[in-house]
């Protein structure tokens, strides 16, 4: 019960991140196109708002209700799919803090142009080209991990737990008993048992059906 209101909280963490980029996005483009500094000062200052309360809040708790559900269904946060996404998830964070700096920048220079009812700067619009670049690469590495999540593929290079697993004989073992299925007929991960009791009693953590399971 508690593993499926989790996942309703990732999910509409993931809606409410994506939603609300993608929002914010338009809407900015939509007023800079106007070129009216009064009304970009507006937007802006809105979209920095929303940033703060929505973006930034979902930021934070998207990876807390990830681990913890990883933890709860058996995904080891090694596994191919997740460390990808969380690789993804630190590129979007090194796209997205310096829109953030950027939206407030456009926002004053954007409040100082109305106030001296002059035309917007030019340093507005140097800004204003980074904040629309960067929103492409952010915007991509969303849409990266929204297809991991989903799809949860098998991918071996990433898999670091895997890689490390084949120095150690201990792992080695541990890795042998924790697999269920043959991994070269797999077309997703699956999920690893959670715990191990006691020497070679596993607990299976409860199995979600996947492509390859579905097709056994
Ligand atoms: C940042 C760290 C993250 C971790 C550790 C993580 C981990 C997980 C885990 C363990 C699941 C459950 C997989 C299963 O049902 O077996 C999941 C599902 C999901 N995640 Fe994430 N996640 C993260 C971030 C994100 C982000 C940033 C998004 C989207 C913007 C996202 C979107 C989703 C979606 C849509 C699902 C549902 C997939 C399904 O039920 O088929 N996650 N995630």
Redesign the pocket.
Known sequence: MLEEWL?LA??T???V??GTGAGIAFFMVMAHRTRDPALIAHVAGTVVIADTVFTAT??IL????????????G?D?SEGW?AL??L??VI?GLFWLPVVWIQIRLRDLARAAAASASALPPAYFSLYRVWFAFGFPAFLA?IG??W?????PSIPYFNIGQRLATRSAAMVMLNHFSRTGSESHSLSAE?KPAQVETLGTLTTAKA?P?MSTLTR
């Open positions: 996942l990732h999910v963490g993931a809606a991140l994506f979902s930021a998207q990876p807390v209700t990830g681990y913890l559900l990883a933890r709860m269904i995904w946060l997740i996404s969380l993804l998830y979007t969303v991990i929204l991991l999540m989903l799809t949860k999920p979600r996947t």
